[in-house]
């Protein structure tokens, strides 16, 4: 999704609230977050943009859903593929 779609300050960051865009700006700048707090929306939905650009940063909710898949301790092989797509495991 990344490599069609970018989160831009009319696209996105205006139609979220400002604590929504701190929290976002937090995970792909986290040194901008202070600063950017001290402004309007408006101000930090265009910076946030700015700072987000070749980040490949996304939502979560277009990251996809997260799945927990059981397997047994023994499936290392199924467990090694689980984990490369990020999904959850548990062995009970």
Request: charged share 25%.
């Amino acid at each position: 999704m990344a490599a069609w779609w970018q989160p831009t300050a009319d696209g996105y960051f205006q139609h979220v609230p400002k604590a929504a865009i701190l929290e976002a700006v937090g995970e792909f700048a986290p040194e901008h977050v202070t600063r950017l707090a001290k402004l309007k929306k408006g101000d930090i939905a265009s910076e946030a943009e700015r700072l987000a650009d070749g980040t490949g940063w996304m939502p979560a909710i277009f990251k996809g859903a997260v799945y927990l898949v059981r397997t047994t301790a023994q499936d290392s092989q199924k467990r090694a593929l689980l984990q490369k797509k990020q999904i959850i495991i548990s062995t009970d």
